[in-house]
């Protein structure tokens, strides 16, 4: 059974930190992309950012470049959020997707989502 377990969430000060962890089980980890997402209240998932499997290709939504960095330890089976200068508008639930390929076809996996309160 696959896993996706997100971590790291919290209360935080607008200008703060925090980093958030996904640790995954069950699958090749470094088949996969990583993608974190984001919900806040009322409004649709958007997506954060995202980190390619074995190349490690970075993408991240404007509004984020500069203060969060993505990253992964494939040994480890987890990728990380590093969330520098937070907003208050950075307040969301995230989550973490897992999405590749293999012989068997598309495979689409999610984390249960960790929440972030960014206070102003």
């Known amino acids: 059974e696959v896993q996706l377990q997100a971590s790291g969430g919290g209360l935080a000060q607008a200008g703060g930190s925090l980093r958030l962890s996904c640790t995954a089980s069950?699958?090749?980890?470094?088949?996969?992309?990583i993608g974190w997402f984001r919900q806040a209240p009322g409004k649709p998932r958007e997506g954060v950012a995202c980190?390619?499997?074995?190349?490690?290709?970075?993408n991240y939504v404007d509004s984020v470049k500069g203060r969060f960095t993505i990253s992964r330890d494939n040994a480890k089976n987890t990728a990380y959020l590093q969330m520098n200068s937070l907003k208050p508008e950075d307040t969301a639930v995230y989550y973490c997707?897992?999405?590749?390929?293999?012989?068997?076809?598309?495979?689409?996996?999610w984390g249960q989502g960790t929440l972030v309160t960014v206070s102003s």
């Open positions: 069950g699958l090749t980890f470094d088949d996969y992309a």
């Open positions: 980190i390619g499997g074995s190349d490690g290709i970075t």
């Open positions: 997707n897992a999405e590749g390929f293999t012989i068997e076809g598309a495979h689409d996996y």
